[in-house]
């Protein structure tokens, strides 16, 4: 079945540690996006890709990077500039970039400080 | 900017009863729409999208209507089940191509 895995599902940092959040898809869509959820808010966007080789920063990108190196895979690291890592991340795929098209997610990474 | 406004909840309801969950939006030009699920635990699903004035969206008994006169896209469900139980999201697209996202509407179904 084609889709959008995430892994780990459940990840713990340590202070001054630097982790990475993997996303992979097999769907062949060109776009790619990384979200962050906090209990009883919407979604807000930290990085996204149009294609490969290219992405952008989000509304909330400081204390994130991202690389696309390969259609299929979108990895997030979230750097210790991030002060407060603590949310559930997505990541999401579209065929291409446009407003009609729809994303699909992959089930999250639960990100925690330990 | 672009903005989603959805109604707070949690909303609770017995099996069987009608839902309404209300969404406006506020928006340049003329946006697409969608309604996402999200379950206990999971990403988000899409449930269904519109993506002009007085398009009707609909999937597994939920339907919304793209209102441009009044800014909203309303999910409704005329028999709910528990198993409809989740996290409801609003969301538009504009020229950008981004996504924004209302805050969510946390629905709970009791037998």
């Known amino acids: 079945d084609g889709g959008i895995t995430q892994s780990p599902k459940y990840l713990f940092r340590k202070e001054g540690q630097n982790v990475t959040l993997s996303c992979e898809q097999n769907?062949?869509?060109?776009?790619m996006y990384w979200y962050r959820q906090d209990p009883g808010q919407g979604l807000r966007l930290i990085y996204y890709s149009q294609i490969v080789n290219d992405f952008q920063k989000g509304d909330i990108a400081e204390g994130y990077s991202v690389s696309r190196e390969k259609k299929e895979s979108f990895p997030l690291t979230v750097t210790s500039a991030q002060k407060n890592p603590t949310a559930f991340y997505l990541c999401?795929?579209?065929?291409?970039?446009?407003?009609?098209?729809?994303?699909?997610f992959g089930d999250g990474t639960r990100l925690s400080i330990l | 900017g672009n903005s989603v406004t959805q109604m707070e909840g949690p909303v609770t309801l017995s099996e069987e009863a009608f839902l309404t969950i209300n969404c406006t939006y506020t928006a340049t030009g003329y946006p697409s729409l969608f309604w996402y699920v999200q379950y206990p635990g999971e990403g988000l699903q899409l449930l269904l999208k519109?993506?002009?004035?007085?398009d009707k969206g609909s999937n597994k008994g939920f339907e919304a209507t793209y209102r441009k006169e009044t800014t909203s896209f309303h999910l409704e469900k005329g028999s709910v089940q528990v198993s409809d139980s989740a996290v409801y999201f609003c969301?538009?697209?504009?020229?950008?191509?981004?996504?924004?996202f209302g805050q969510g509407t946390t629905l709970q179904v009791k037998p």
């Open positions: 999401a795929s579209s065929i291409d970039w446009g407003a009609n098209q729809p994303q699909h």
């Open positions: 969301a538009l697209a504009g020229n950008t191509g981004k996504l924004i």
């Open positions: 769907l062949n869509h060109d776009a």
């Open positions: 519109a993506t002009k004035a007085d």
